[in-house]
C-alpha cells in the first residue's frame, strides 16, 4: 500500500513540474515572435506566440485607393501566414516539452 502512495506522490511531484513548465512555456511564447509577408513582402505583419498581432508593415506602393480589396487581400494573407507559423512554433515546443505524450487541451 505504501508503493501505491509513493506513486502517487511522484505523479503528483511531475503534474506539479509540468504546469510550471507550461507557465514558463506560456510566458516564452509571449516573448517571441514570428514575421510572415504576403505580396512579395509588401504587406508584412509580426505576430507573438500568443497569437497577438504587434505589427503590421504596409508598403506605400501597395495602398492605391483603387485596389483596396488588393490590399486587403494581402493583409489577410500575411495575418493567416503568421498565425500558422505561430501555431507550429507552439506545437514544436509542446512535443519538446511532452514528447509523444498526448495531453487533451495542451496539444494542438
Not at 505580396?39 to 485607393?65: A, C, H, L, R
Not at 494581402?74 to 495531453?103: F, H, P, Y
Request: overall charge negative; glycine content about 8%.
Amino acid at each position: 500500500m505504501l508503493k501505491g502512495l509513493g506513486n502517487l506522490a511522484n505523479i503528483m511531484k511531475q503534474a506539479q513540474q509540468m504546469q510550471k513548465r507550461l507557465a514558463e512555456l506560456q510566458e516564452e511564447l509571449e516573448r517571441e515572435q514570428v514575421t510572415a509577408t504576403a505580396g512579395g513582402g509588401m504587406v508584412t505583419v509580426t505576430m507573438n506566440g500568443k497569437q497577438k498581432i504587434v505589427g503590421i508593415k504596409i508598403d506605400k506602393e501597395v495602398v492605391n485607393p483603387e485596389e483596396i480589396s488588393l490590399l486587403e487581400d494581402l493583409i489577410l494573407v500575411a495575418m493567416n501566414e503568421a498565425q500558422d507559423r505561430v501555431q507550429e512554433m507552439v506545437k514544436s515546443r509542446m512535443t519538446s516539452m511532452t514528447g509523444d505524450l498526448s495531453i487533451p487541451g495542451l496539444t494542438p
